[in-house]
């Protein structure tokens, strides 16, 4: 068994109670043991991570009842009863109602290792299966939050699969418009803290006066016109996340308070001496370098390493170009509904201009385009017009997405043709072709 199981034994005679969880030891297998349906009914849960053995007779509730209990709280959960001479048409009722097997006393230790193992086993399967489930709706949520099929795309969605259920702050690196704020709030939606709030903060828009008040609050009349005692962002975020945008426009003062808090635990409001004790995960995003700028003197490098614990860096949109059609076609579709109009189709020219753009605003102006689309304006409100003025013609709008890529490919190679054309799955001589055809 891959996860390790408890056996939760409910017995009131002690020397039975003994015996079981002797003969289960032996064999590896480990064992709780109480004395009473209601102690037991104490202990489990909706998922308990093991199986229950309970005798029927019981002071108190007896084990029918806590078998109907268990069932109610968790139906797949294996429950075994131990019954007297004379109970075994009541134990077979009781397999009807969903007992996993019964034990007639006098029973064998062989005889209980062997039922054990078995409900064990299938109590175990049965949560892998459960787990199983819950990751992959969680990976089709994930999908539908975060879309392209890109190789780049679905690295970062497994990236965040795989740290979202931690404590571990995360620092989110991309140029703006590739969906930090979006990706902040799925590290959030799916983790352990999902159900508290979750706090964003953009520090490239606050002013550096309101800086620490709004950051880490203030007692009334702890400055001029602080009329009333206010909770910063960070108290706010207790117990759940904190998103901090542009964390590079934070001011090197606070930036030092900052990393005090995140060393501690706790914070002083502006005003206060007392110290107040918090417990939120730090998930902070930049478009800037924040090494180079710590070298440079303009960033705290010791508060760097201490949001680095996760890097996740989003990709550009222009390289992730095979997604483009998939995000435009998801933005049509919403700005449809959104405007109230019938989605419009999309012809070959306007997809080959959208493969052909460089896309400088990333996803955000993607959108945006979509949005145009859906109202019938055009793509580009400044793009070169073709002879007939309706923008530049498929030829032409390909050419220039073939130029676009192969000039992407080149500079991740830093000139290297072998590499660039073994990336883009063309013969070296082909791209050679190409690139003299483009002057590249």
Known sequence: MSQTLNVLIVEDDAHVLLGCQQALALEDIPSIGVGSAEEAL????????????????LP???????????KQRDPGLPVVLITGHGDISMAVGAMRDGA?????????????????????????LAREVSSLRRQLAGRQALEQRLIGRSPAMQQLRALIENVADTDANVLIEGETGTGK???????????????????ALNCGGLPESLFESEVFGHEAHAFTGAGKRRIGKIEHAHGGSLFLDE????????????????????????????????????????????DELGKAGQFRSDLYYRLNVVTLELPPLRERREDISLLFEHF???????????PRELDRQTIAMLMAHDWPGNVRELRNVAERFALGLPVFKNCDQSPDGNGPSFAEAVEAFERSLLAD?????????SQAAQSLGMAKTTLFDKARKYGL
């Open 42 to 57: 104490q202990r489990i849960g909706e998922d308990f991570a093991g199986i229950v053995i309970s005798d029927i007779r």
């Open 60 to 70: 108190g509730m007896d084990g029918l009842e806590l078998l109907a209990r268990l």
């Open 100 to 124: 996993y097997d019964f034990i007639e006393k006098p029973f064998s230790p062989e005889r209980l290792v062997d039922v054990a193992r078995r409900a064990l086993e299938q109590r175990c």
């Open 181 to 199: 704020e979006l990706v902040a709030r799925c590290l959030h939606d799916f983790g352990r803290r999902r159900d508290r709030q979750f706090v």
């Open 247 to 290: 964390i590079e426009s934070m001011p090197i003062a606070l930036q030092i308070k900052l990393l005090r808090v995140l060393q501690e635990h706790s914070l002083e409001r502006l005003g206060s001496n007392q110290s107040i004790a918090v417990d939120c995960r730090v998930i902070a995003a930049t478009k800037a370098d924040l």
């Open 332 to 342: 049509l579709q919403l700005s449809a509904l959104r405007f109230d109009r019938s």
């Open 409 to 417: 490919a080149l500079e991740r190679h830093a000139g290297n043709l």
